[in-house]
């Protein structure tokens, strides 16, 4: 079962889905948490502008393989 869901979770269409979401919502999160420090050249996080993309990632794919293992 474990072996299925990680399969799952690398799947193209899935993965694919996953960095579409992190990619706007880590955008729009990284603008109100850091924005003033990108737009006025202050020192960005690098380490917290990483991980506000990575935790939509992880989000929106725990979401996708819970989903297809239900219906499974």
Do not use: E
């Amino acid at each position: 079962m474990q072996n299925t869901m990680y399969r799952t979770a690398f799947r193209p269409d899935i993965v694919k889905r996953s960095l579409i979401v992190a990619l706007v919502v880590g955008t729009v999160l990284n603008l109100i948490n850091q924005g003033d420090q990108w737009v006025h050249s202050g020192s960005v996080n690098l380490l917290k502008c990483l991980l506000t993309y990575t935790v939509p990632y992880c989000v929106a794919t725990y979401g996708a393989v819970s989903a297809l293992a239900r219906v499974r």
